[in-house]
Structures are given as C-alpha cells and as structure tokens.
C-alpha cells in the first residue's frame, strides 16, 4: 500500500510539473514571489496605464504585467504567453516578466459590472453602464442601481472631463484598479468612455 501511495504520488508530481501553465484566477492562489506561466489576451498597451505596465486576462482572471521585458510596441488584442515572478504592488497583483511571447490575436471581451464585488474584477477589462454622480478635474463618478464607481483618466488617455456633466448617460470600459483602498475603472483610450 506504502509503494502504490508512493507511485501515486510520484506520478502526480510528474502530471502537475509537466503542465505548468497556470489560468490567471490560480496564479491568485499562489504565495508572492512565486515563478508562474500563464497565457492571456492584452488589454492595453504598455505605458498607457503606468510606465512599464500592462493587463492580460484569460476566461478566469485579469493581472497587471510589469517590466522592461515587456516589448513596448505590445497591442491590445495579442494573445501572450508570460513567465515571471509574482508580486504584489499596493494591494495589486502583478507578474514582473522573465520572458513574453506573442502567440497570437484574439478579442478581449470585457466582463459587465452588476454588482459592488469589485474586487473580483480586479485588473480586468471591465464596462459599466450608468449616470455621471460627479465630475472632477480628472476623474467623475458613474452610479447604477447597485453601486457607483469612480472612472479616472490617466494624463496618457486624452479625454476632456469637462465634456461630461452631472445627469449624463454614459457606458465606460477600462481596466479595474486599486488605488489607496478605492476601486476604479481606468480606460485605456477616449473610445473607451462613450456618452448617449
């Protein structure tokens, strides 16, 4: 019995190592500071969202990338294959690259927010439909039936805030983030904020 649990064993080893890709959702379960292998579809390009940074997301999860390795000219859309070690940065994890290989093209889908469970969402590509509460210099909030959230525009996106206003109808897309404890939506591109 001791002989038939060791060659169980040492099987399984053999079938877990052997297949070390990992979907993004399992790279969460992992310690920081762990070497992981994962595939994923890009969400922005890199330096729009933070200098060195990008998002990729697969069926289960999204994760920020983070590094020189990152090739610069990365396009939303390329399906990529990343090794690296994990990090958390402020509350956010992310994988800092060893190595980035382009494998294809695919369509990011971005997943619609129903509710205020943020957190599952983070460094995902996200779409909120909804009403300007607020605008600000370089943020203005959207609210729902459910919940509000707060949009902000990095200085690399050109969108004129100030072409919103309390009371209008808008749909935005972008990447959630973290941000001092308060979730956000960042879009990568004036396209992505749309008013109707």
Known sequence: MKRLLIVFLVILSTLFFANSLLKIADIYKTKEGTTVEATGIVLAPVGVLGTLTTYMQDETAGIMLYGKVLPADLKVGDVIKVAGKTKVYYGILEIIP?????????????????????????????????????????????????FEILVYIRKEVPFKVDTLKVGDKVEVTGIMYLYQGIYEILPRRPEDIKKF
């Open 98 to 146: 060893d190595k980035v290989e382009i494998l294809g093209t695919a369509t990011p889908t971005a997943v619609e927010l129903k509710d205020n469970k943020f957190e599952k969402y983070l460094s995902n590509l996200v779409v909120v439909v909804g009403t300007v509460s607020s605008v600000e210099k370089f943020q203005f909030r959207v609210k729902t039936d459910k």
